[in-house]
């Protein structure tokens, strides 16, 4: 089942990368040229809350002759459990979308620096340290405190920071503002977007969302699973395509990738195949991808 987009775009795919407009360490036309030096040859552009980053990727994009989907990482939450959702190809100046992501981006400042005026009761840390790892407008996220953490010497890098000073269970951690994951899908799906859930199973107990809630987001738009992604375990992949088999859903595969010293992650380390992406290009409404 191949569509004329198929003809259109060539992989390897890699669909979920950061660059520094949010929490990655390197600039979009850095991403992007990183991606093509791994191989891959489309690629989406996923910053957390934001989508300003996509008009530098598009220029390496077309200079690289590779094919770019505009998408971003929606930050979400259900209970406890912070819940990511990949958007592609919606319309970026949908009213009801940018209002949301707003409140978001506002929130997560005032939450960095609770966090960081939690941090700075036991370690020297102060605000200015933060903001000296962020662009003007970029989403703040705990990866900027970070590296702030490693600047001033208290850690080695981001996964260390993340293992102790950052953890949620560490005293320090404080969460920030987050839709439902219904809204966010709703939002994405309105905006003529393909809303996609990022790393559904990853590691620790309960973490999964349940079946039944995956079944409601699925019958409000959602479009399918990033499943072929490091962080997702091996029984929560298989629960996941059994769904996504019944379901008739799109599967991705990603790196997630956020700069060469923000994560281990590389650029197509996971990719999804051509014919899962021509079918998120197909139903698509919001705004078309950038071809070479
Ligand atoms: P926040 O949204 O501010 O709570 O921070 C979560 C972000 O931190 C995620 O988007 C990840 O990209 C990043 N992150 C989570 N764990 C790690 C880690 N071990 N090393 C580097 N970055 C991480
Ligand atoms: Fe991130
Ligand atoms: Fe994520
Ligand atoms: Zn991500």
């Given at each position: 089942?191949?569509?004329?987009?198929?003809?259109?775009?060539?992989?390897?795919?890699?669909?979920?990368?950061?660059?520094?407009?949010?929490?990655?360490?390197?600039?979009?036309?850095?991403?992007v040229?990183?991606?093509?030096?791994?191989g891959?040859?489309t690629?989406?552009l996923?910053?957390?809350?934001r989508?300003?980053?996509w008009?530098?990727?598009?220029?390496?994009?077309?200079?690289?002759?590779?094919?770019?989907?505009?998408?971003?990482e929606?930050?979400a939450?259900?209970?406890w459990r912070?819940?990511?959702?990949?958007?592609?190809?919606f319309?970026?100046?949908?009213?009801?979308?940018?209002?949301?992501?707003?409140?978001?981006?506002?929130?997560r400042?005032?939450?960095a620096?609770?966090?960081?005026?939690?941090i700075?009761?036991?370690?020297?840390?102060?605000?200015?340290d933060?903001?000296?790892h962020t662009?003007?407008?970029?989403t703040?996220?705990?990866?900027?405190?970070?590296?702030?953490?490693?600047?001033?010497?208290?850690?080695?890098?981001r996964?260390?920071?993340?293992?102790?000073?950052?953890?949620?269970?560490?005293?320090?951690?404080?969460?920030?503002?987050?839709?439902?994951p219904?809204?966010a899908?709703?939002?994405?799906t309105r905006?003529?977007?393909v809303?996609?859930?990022?790393?559904?199973?990853?590691a620790?107990?309960?973490?999964?969302?349940?079946?039944?809630?995956?079944?409601?987001?699925?019958?409000?738009?959602?479009?399918?699973?990033?499943i072929?992604?490091?962080?997702?375990?091996?029984?929560?992949?298989?629960?996941?395509?059994?769904?996504?088999?019944r379901?008739?859903l799109?599967?991705t595969?990603?790196s997630d990738?956020?700069?060469?010293?923000g994560?281990?992650?590389?650029?197509?380390?996971?990719t999804?195949?051509?014919e899962?992406?021509?079918r998120?290009?197909?139903?698509?409404?919001?705004?078309?991808?950038?071809?070479?």
């Open positions: 089942m191949t569509s004329d987009a198929a003809f259109r775009f060539s992989g390897p795919s890699d669909l979920h990368l950061h660059s520094n407009h949010s929490d990655g360490t390197e600039s979009p036309a850095e991403v040229r990183q991606a093509h030096a791994h891959v040859r690629f989406a996923t910053d957390h809350d989508t300003t980053g008009g530098e990727a598009a220029a390496a994009a077309a200079a690289l002759r590779m094919t770019f989907l505009p998408g971003m929606f930050s939450k259900h209970e912070s819940v990511h959702v990949l958007g592609y190809l319309d970026p100046t949908d009213p009801a979308l940018t209002a949301e992501t707003a409140r978001i981006r506002d929130d400042v005032g939450r620096e609770r966090i960081v005026r939690n700075s009761r036991d370690y020297e840390l102060v605000w200015e933060v903001l000296a662009t003007a407008d970029a703040v996220g705990r990866p900027h405190i970070a590296d702030a953490l490693i600047t001033r010497g208290f850690v080695r890098d996964t260390e920071a993340f293992e102790s000073i950052l953890h949620p269970r560490s005293g320090y951690y404080e969460p920030h503002y987050a839709p439902d219904l809204t899908v709703r939002l994405i905006a003529g977007g809303a996609i859930i990022a790393h559904p199973a990853t620790g107990r309960d973490r999964m969302l349940p079946v039944s809630y995956l079944e409601r987001l699925i019958a409000e738009g959602l479009a399918g699973f990033e072929d992604h490091r962080e997702n375990t091996a029984a929560g992949k298989r629960t996941l395509r059994d769904l996504a088999v379901h008739d799109i599967v595969g990603s990738y956020h700069g060469l010293t994560k281990p992650n590389r650029p197509g380390e996971n999804t195949t051509d899962m992406v021509s998120l290009i197909d139903r698509a409404t919001g705004i078309a991808p950038q071809y070479p």
